[in-house]
C-alpha cells in the first residue's frame, strides 16, 4: 500500500471519498448523539453508546479489504478498480483519522468516570488526542527517511542487509507501544510502521518474503480463528435492538450509496458502474470483523452487537461479490464494433503499436520488429512500448507515464531505464518519422491484459506486439519458459481491442547487423484475414532497399469450401500489390507454391526456415485448410497458430525471428 498515492489521487476520488464518508458519518452522529436520550430509554445506555461506534464502521471502509475483493474478481487493473482502489485509500486515511481520535476520546471519558483520579475525563480526552496527533505526524516524519537510507544503501539487485531487516522489527515493536500511549491498540503502530516501509523491492518486498508465509499462511488463521471464537451467533438478540441496529446499518450504507451514484453520475459515469462502485465500497471483509472484536475487547460493544454485525460483514461481503460480478465486465470495453487493424487502415496514414517487453532479453527484438515497420515521412510510427512489471512488495498496481514523468520533472520512479534509453535512441536514429512513448505497468500478472488492452484502446493502435513465453539460447536450446506470459499473452489475444502479434525470438538477442547485407524477409500466405492482415504488416518493408521481402503463396491442389468467395477476391487483390500488378518492385518476389497435404507444407516450412532472418505468417485461427488441417491436432502452442507453431518448434532448425499476427477479432451484432 503506497500512501503518497493520496496526493496524486483525482478529485473524483476524493469527492467520492469525501461525500461518501463525511455525510454518512456526521448524519449518523447527529442522530445518535441528538437523540440519546431516546436510544437510553428504547435501548438501554450502554447499546445507545455503541451506536456512534456502529455508524463510523459502516461509513468507512478498509483499503486492504477493497484491495482483495478487486483481486478476487479479476478487476483490480479495470479503470474502475483503479477509481475503487484510489477512493478507498482516502476512505481508509479518514476512516483511521476519525477512528483513532474517536478511541481516545471514548476511552480517555470512560477512564476520567471511574473513582481513580489519574485521568479526568474532558483533559484525558484532549491530551489522549494530542497524543494521537503526535504518534501520527512524528511516527512518519522520523521513521520514513530512515527507510529511505536503508533503500539507498542496497545496491540495486541485490538483497537487503541482516542488520536492516532487524532495525525494522524492532522499529515495529517501538511503534506498537508508543501507540499505546495514545490508547491504540499495539496492532495499530504495527500498522502505521507498515505504511511507513517504502513499497516494492528492495526493503519492501523482503518483509513481505521474510513474513508473508507465515503471518499469511500460519498466524493469520489462527488469529482470524480465535477472533471467532469470542463471537456467539446464536445468541438472543433484543427485537427492539434488532431495529435499531437494522435502521441504523440501511441508512448509513444508503447514504453510502446515494452519493457513490450521485457523484459518479454527476461526472457522467455509466449508473451501472455508479452502483458497482458504491458495493465495492461497501463491502465488508476480515479487517472489519477483526475491528469488530477489538471493539468488543475494549467494552464498546456488547455480545449482541458483535454477532450482528459479524452476520452482517457476510452479508455485505457477500452482495458486493455478487453484485459486482454480475454488474460490472471490465472486457466489454474492448469489443471491436470499430475496426482498428492494418489491412483497413488508410492510406499514407500513422502505425499506431503497442509493444510489450518483461524483461532485458525482449528489449532488442523488440526494436528490431519496430525497424522493419520502416518508418517515413508519409507512413510515420507512433510507438507505445509497455514495460510489464510484476507487482511485489505493495497492494496497488500502478501506471508509469516516462514521458508524463519527464513532463512533471519528476523522477521519483527509476524502472526500466534500458527500455526508455533504447526506444528514445530509435526515436531520435527516426527523427520526423517516429514518435514513441514508454510507460511502465507494475501489477499482478493475472491482471497485465487489461494495462495491455486499455493502453492499447486508448492510443488507438491498430496492433499490439507480444514476446512468446520461450526464450531460446544461442545454440537454438530452449532457455527458459515462463507460464504467466503465454496465459497474459492468451488472455489479450481474446480481449484485445485491435490486432495482435505474437513475436518469437529463436536468434540472438543483439541488434541484427548484416554488414551492409540485405536482410531476408519472408511472408508465408495461404489465405484468410490474418495471412491478409500478416501480409499488410510484411509489405512496409517494400519502401526499404535494406529489406528483401519474399512472399510464398501456399495453395492447394484441392479444392477448399472453408474460403468464401469474398475471402478469395480479397486475397487476390491484396496479393496485386507483390505479384507487379501494379508495377514490378526489385526488393519483392512473389513465389506461388503448390501444395498437395500436410506433408507437403511440413517438407516446404523446413527447407526454408533457415533461408531467412525474419518470418512473418498469420495466425489464420478458426480457418481450415488441406495444406494444414492434419497438423492441428499436433499443435504445442495454439497461441501460434498451425504455422506458426510448426515454425517455433524444436524441430525445426532456424535461427530467424517469427511474427505471429491476428487480426482483430470483430464482434458479432
Known sequence: MDLTMITRTGRKAWTIAFCSFVIPTVLGLTVSYRFLGYWNNYIGEFEAKTLPVIVIGHSGCYFAVIASLLSDLEILNSELGRLALSTALVMDAFNTIVSGIGTAVISSLKTGSNDDDSGKGPIAALLTTFYFICFMVLTPLLLRPIMRRFVRNTPEGRPVKKLYKSIVFILALAVGLFGTVANQSVLAGLLVLGLIVPEGPPLGTEMIKQLELFSTWFLCPIFVTSCAMKVHIGIHVDGRLLLVWFFIIVSVNWLKILMTIGICWHCKMPKTDGLCLALMLGC?????????????????????????????????????????????????????????????????????????????????????????????????????????????????????????????????????????????????????????????????????????????LDKLASIIILPFHITWSEDGSVESTNENIRSLNTKVIERAPCSVAILVNRGCSSTINYNGKTKQIAMIFIGGPDDREALCFAKRTMKDDTYHLVVYHLVSTIKNDDFTNWDVMLDCELLKGVKGVYGSVDNVTYEKVGVENTSDTTAFISDIANQHDFIIVGRRNGVKSPQTQALEKWTEYPELGVIGDLLASRDTNTKASILVVQQQLMTKS
Do not use: W
Open 284 to 456: 465488508k471483509g476480515v479487517v472489519d470483523f477483526c475491528t469488530n472484536v477489538f471493539l468488543h475487547d475494549a467494552l464498546l460493544m456488547s455480545n449482541e452487537a458483535l454477532s450482528v454485525m459479524t452476520i452482517n460483514v457476510l452479508v455485505m461481503g457477500t452482495m458486493a461479490h455478487v453484485g459486482v460480478k454480475f454488474l460490472y465486465d471490465p472486457s466489454r470495453k474492448y469489443a471491436g464494433y470499430q475496426k482498428r487493424n492494418i489491412e483497413n487502415m488508410k492510406p499514407n496514414s500513422e502505425l499506431k503499436i503497442v509493444s510489450c517487453i518483461h524483461k532485458p532479453s525482449h528489449i532488442i527484438p523488440i526494436k528490431n520488429v519496430l525497424d522493419i515497420c520502416n518508418p517515413t515521412s508519409s507512413n510515420p510510427l507512433v510507438v507505445h512500448v509497455l514495460h510489464l512489471m510484476e507487482l511485489v512488495g505493495r497492494s496497488s498496481p500502478i501506471f508509469i507515464s516516462h514521458r508524463l514523468q519527464e513532463r512533471l520533472g519528476s523522477g521519483r520512479h527509476t524502472f526500466s531505464e534500458d527500455v526508455i534509453a533504447t526506444i528514445d535512441l530509435f526515436e531520435h536514429d527516426n527523427v520526423g518519422t517516429v514518435s514513441a512513448s514508454t510507460y511502465t505497468a507494475i501489477s499482478p500478472p493475472r491482471f497485465m491484459h487489461d494495462d495491455i488492452c486499455y493502453l492499447a
